[in-house]
């Protein structure tokens, strides 16, 4: 009788193993879809604007992986940094976050050339509005 008991254990624990390994698999290839898809993004934004440049589309997957970091690890400290400006402007103040981690992005990854603020600013906006409908086809094809 245990040992019938100890096979169902056994079955349950594994079909539990099963099902977290493809959880864990089915996030980190959604992960590396969106970050293909923002590389996408970022090769069609340096194209539109001038003053921004990626050498290769390689690159522009790094740029992401860069630019997520810095969103992750930088930005959050930057916003907490100027809260009273960034009150003041009623928020416009973010623009200019994003424009300077832009622009750090720039000067850490070496085939990604941001030539002035301007164009970070402009390249920041631009990014947001491609990644935004992106975002809304994947929605949109995934609810199919």
Known sequence: ???IGQQTAF???HKAMAHSLLHFLLCAM?????LLAKGL???I???LIP???VEAPGW???IAA???LLNTLVKPFLIILTLPVTIMTFGLFLLVINALVIMLAGAIVPGFEVKSFWAALGFSIVLTIIISILDALAEHYQAR
């Open 51 to 53: 003053g921004i440049n």
């Open 11 to 13: 079955k349950s624990f």
């Open 41 to 43: 993004a970022i090769l």
């Open 60 to 62: 522009a997957i790094l």
């Open 30 to 34: 959604n992960f590396v879809l969106r």
């Open 66 to 68: 860069v630019l997520l």
């Open 1 to 3: 009788m245990a040992a």
């Open 45 to 47: 934004t340096a194209y």
